[in-house]
C-alpha cells in the first residue's frame, strides 16, 4: 500500500505533519517520497536549464557571426574613406 502515490509534495508534507509517526513505516515512506519527487524536480529543472543554454549558445553563435560581418563592412568603409581623403588631399592645391 502506498502513502504517497498520486499526492504533490506538499501533500506527503502535510500528512507527514498530521499522521505519521516518526520512524513509522508511512513516515519512511512519505520521507523517500517527498526526496524521489523533489529529485524528479531537480533533474526536470536541470533538463530545462540545459535546453536553455543550448538555445543562448546557439543564439550567440549567430550574434557572433554577424559582428564578424558588420566589422568586415565598417573596416572596408573605413578603408574606402581613407583612400578618398587622400585623394582629396592631393587634389586640393
Do not use: C
Amino acid at each position: 500500500m502506498s502513502f504517497v502515490e498520486g499526492k504533490s509534495k506538499s501533500d506527503i508534507l502535510k500528512d507527514m505533519g498530521e499522521v505519521a509517526m516518526p520512524g513509522s513505516v508511512v513516515h519512511e515512506q512519505q520521507k523517500a517520497g517527498i526526496i524521489v519527487r523533489s529529485t524528479e524536480d531537480i533533474e526536470d529543472a536541470l533538463f530545462e536549464l540545459g535546453e536553455k543554454l543550448d538555445r543562448s549558445a546557439s543564439s550567440s553563435d549567430k550574434m557572433s557571426e554577424r559582428i564578424y560581418w558588420l566589422n568586415v563592412i565598417l573596416a572596408a568603409a573605413t578603408v574606402v574613406a581613407a583612400i578618398a581623403t587622400v585623394v582629396i588631399a592631393f587634389k586640393t592645391p
